[in-house]
């Protein structure tokens, strides 16, 4: 697989005559990014791409059907996305292909792994998904707006008749 130490990479991006294309270099230790302060985090899997038992990537979302299933729906694969940076190198009999991707923080899509053979169809692994707002969370920045607001009585208000509202 590949050698990583770090989860310090830098994107080096090429066009071509059929188009553009990006590579994911490590950075010698102690170097920055390009200056840049993006802060992503780091997938490493592989998967087979032919066979029994091949597996692929897929980006998307999990969405609720009519009858309160989970499904998922796939909105496009990782290496087409101009938003995350892949690099995938293919084993010497071409057998499998290890990835590494980067996924920015701010990314609204989930990354699965998709897994098929003749027992289990269609098997879904989830490799990352986004942080979920949850109740906590809101019931935490109400109470922080609140504080903000306090000692002014028409912004208090105004809050109140927003929160009651939804």
């Known amino acids: 697989m590949f050698p990583l130490e770090t989860a310090n990479y830098w994107v080096q991006e090429f066009k071509f005559n059929r188009g553009e294309g990006s590579r994911l270099i490590p950075t010698p230790k102690g170097k920055t990014i ?3 302060n993006e802060t ?3 997938v490493v899997v592989t998967t087979k791409p032919n066979g029994a038992g091949r597996s692929w990537l897929e980006v998307g979302n999990f969405e609720t059907d009519q009858f309160n299933r989970k499904q998922w729906v796939k909105r496009n694969v990782p290496y087409q996305d101009r938003r995350l940076k892949t690099d995938r190198r293919y084993s010497d009999r071409g057998e499998t292909v290890d990835w590494i991707i980067l996924i920015p923080d701010d990314y ?5 792994k ?3 053979d003749r027992l289990n169809p ?3 692994e989830v490799l990352w998904e986004p942080a979920s707002t949850s109740d906590v969370d809101r019931e935490t920045k109400v109470k922080r707006a609140l504080e903000l607001a306090a000692g002014n009585e028409e912004l ?3 809050l109140k008749e927003l929160l009651a509202a939804q």
């Open 34 to 36: 390009l200056g840049r």
């Open 40 to 42: 992503v985090q780091q």
């Open 108 to 112: 609204p899509m989930s990354l699965v």
């Open 114 to 116: 998709v897994n098929y």
């Open 122 to 124: 269609r098997n879904v």
């Open 156 to 158: 208090e208000n105004l």
